[in-house]
């Protein structure tokens, strides 16, 4: 069986999940990984596989022969990366003109502007109209830390940059490693909602 590095902790977050359950072979094939610091590629492969195998469980079984799951990583990794096709438009920009990556005093920024009322805020931080090299030029004033809390306290968007082992230390980093990977609360039916006759033209 080929199991993926996130296998434990899906089966901690799903313990009917059983991923060690040896009756449902689970094959990794291809080549390919999303250009990314972390294994995305890896948890979209075991993701995928574990529910593959959940799945199977509900197929009837071939004579005595086990279903088989097959994950392919180059089929997972575009599935976690993009899966709308858009027909006959474009779709609009990721990222607003204003949003990315800036280099202030002592280190790194990221600054979201894709939400209009977070541009307001981050270019009235700054001081700025809403070009790149001028907002550029303001980020080199601040250091990343302060200009971080500058925009969030303002009701901002902005993350400075930290290594692994900075972000494990922090308050956030640290509440976060606290979490599971995946958390899961059953509730019970809900009543059925009453139709007002409301109509959406």
Known sequence: MNQGPFDAEIAAAFPTADVDDTSIRLTMVGEGSLPSWFGVTDLATASIGTAGRMLGRLLPLDGDRPPEVIVDRRLASHWFLRTLRPLAWELPPTWDSIAGIYEAKDGWIRLHT?????????????????????????????????????????GGCAAMLRSLNDWARHPQGSAVAAEPLIIWNEHGASRKPLNKGISIA
């Open 114 to 154: 894709n939400a209009p009322h977070h541009r307001r805020i981050t270019l009235a931080v700054l001081d700025r109209e809403a070009d790149r090299n001028a907002v550029a030029e303001a980020v080199a004033r601040w250091d990343a830390e302060a200009l971080e809390t500058a925009i969030v306290d303002a």
